[in-house]
């Protein structure tokens, strides 16, 4: 009986080293990977990867849902901490340089930053909703500079018309309220065939305009606030009193929206005129004090504001 003989397997070098390389590799993604997880959970601190959208975050969930003093609907016109404006230009006619100050005949303010750089009425639209009727400076000025304006009135008692360069007048009521020759948003952008167009600046005036304006936004089904680049409005601090809390709360969730829409609030500045010393606060109530020492505080209730898009 033939006896077994065993057959040598001969060996693989070959084979041997491509093995252990792929261990040692294996064992280096290993160790390196454990390094990674050990530095990350060391440094992990939650809510702070992104300093400036955690900042913003903190301070909109500190705005009150429904507001309870004039306090809180201040509250909503202050600045986020990290949205700012780079170049701020206010638009001063000097013709108003000495007249008496009233709301509506400031020096409008433009934030640059979304502005292009060679205007004209084909890369630049600016909407202005019921500018006050003595003071359409900034917008010839704007026209003339080349964007394209809109001047859009509710007093219907006047003509569509060219009023200077790239400056047109609409007699239109915009609203969100059905009316004769009133308009939504969407209705006036497609009147103006802007669908899908930035529109770089929108402008309110008098006392309502604003309140008008957003409501109309609230309710663009071509969610028109994608395409404007930013807000320079004049708020109208609304009076809170018995009988109108509820406007004051409505007007104060119409401010807070514009947060969820993405526009950052970067300029604010009150507008102080004589007549609002009657919202004077006595701040020194000491008997013992001279009446020339006792002060005052002035509570502002209008607010020239620009809002930019994220």
Not at 6 to 23: A, E, H, M, R, Y
Request: hydrophobic content about 40%.
């Amino acid at each position: 009986m033939a006896s077994k003989t065993k057959q040598k397997v001969p060996f693989d070098v070959s084979s041997f080293i491509n093995t252990g390389l792929l261990v040692c590799l294996l064992i280096c993604a290993t160790i390196v990977t454990l390094v990674l997880l050990r530095t990350f959970f060391a440094t992990y601190k939650p809510g702070c990867k992104v300093v400036e959208t955690s900042t913003e975050r903190t301070e909109f969930s500190s705005l009150p849902y429904i507001p309870h003093h004039l306090d809180d609907f201040l509250s909503v016109l202050t600045p986020l901490h990290g949205a700012s404006c780079q170049h701020l230009v206010n638009v001063t006619p000097r013709i108003l340089e000495h007249r008496p100050f009233k709301i509506g005949m400031e020096a409008p303010t433009l934030c640059m930053d979304t502005m292009p750089h060679n205007m004209s009425p084909n890369n630049c639209k600016i909407y202005s909703i019921d500018p006050h009727n003595e003071n359409i400076f900034f917008e010839l000025k704007m026209g003339h500079l080349g964007c394209r304006v809109h001047v859009i009135t509710k007093s219907t008692s006047l003509n569509y018309g060219v009023i200077s360069n790239n400056s047109y007048l609409y007699p239109l009521h915009i609203s969100a309220d059905p009316g004769n020759s009133h308009y939504s948003l969407d209705s006036y952008i497609n009147l103006m065939s802007h669908e899908m167009k930035d529109i770089h600046v929108v402008k309110t005036g008098v006392n309502g305009s604003e309140w008008r304006f957003l409501n109309t936004l609230y309710t663009s089904r071509t969610e028109a606030w994608k395409f404007i680049k930013q807000l320079r409005m004049v708020i109208h601090v609304p009076a809170l009193t018995s009988t109108t809390r509820e406007e004051f709360s409505f007007k104060y969730l119409l401010l807070k929206g514009l947060r969820s829409l993405q526009f950052h609030l970067v300029y604010s500045k009150p507008l102080v005129v004589d007549n609002e010393k009657m919202y004077a606060e006595i701040i020194d109530r000491d008997p013992d004090a001279l009446p020339s020492a006792t002060s005052f505080k002035i509570r502002p209730m209008h607010f020239e504001t620009v809002w930019l898009k994220e």
